[in-house]
């Protein structure tokens, strides 16, 4: 199926860890990061396979004003949005995150302060953490 203009994102509504909702989020930044290891064999000329050896997740979430979730603290992170028909509800789920540092934005411009905060996973990553509904 094609991609219309109509599957676009409008807005995204809210943004949640655990049962704490943080407020409206003005961005997103998810990471599914997976590096490899090259295994030789018979030394440096051998044969070379890749073997995974780390994935990793991490999320970067900018909110419009709220107060930051306490560094530590392990939920799962749930980003909800509309589309452009503002009635189908799109949902983005990472599992098993902890909440890490935060940074705010203080300016004149943009009111109420903004803070952006970092998430990352605390689990095994033996299956992907992250799951999107409604598109």
């Known amino acids: 199926m094609a991609n219309t203009a109509a599957d676009n994102l409008a807005?995204?509504?809210s943004g949640a860890h655990g049962a704490t909702t943080v407020g409206?989020?003005?961005a997103v930044n998810g990471q599914q990061i997976a590096e490899y290891l090259a295994v030789r064999g018979q030394g440096a000329i051998g044969p070379t396979s890749k073997?995974?050896?780390r994935k990793?997740?991490?999320v970067s979430v900018t909110f419009a004003g709220g107060v930051p979730i306490a560094t530590g603290t392990k939920a799962s992170l749930v980003i909800t949005g509309k589309k452009m028909d503002m009635s189908t509800t799109v949902t983005a789920t990472w599992t098993n995150m902890k909440a890490g540092s935060y940074s705010f934005d203080l300016n004149d411009d943009s009111p109420p302060e903004a803070f952006t905060q970092q998430f990352e996973v605390e689990d095994s990553m033996a299956t992907d953490n992250f799951s999107i509904t409604g598109y």
Do not use: E, N
Request: glycine share 0%; charged share 25%; proline share 0%.
């Open 11 to 13: 807005i995204i509504a």
């Open 51 to 53: 073997a995974l050896y």
């Open 24 to 26: 409206v989020v003005k």
């Open 56 to 58: 990793d997740s991490r």
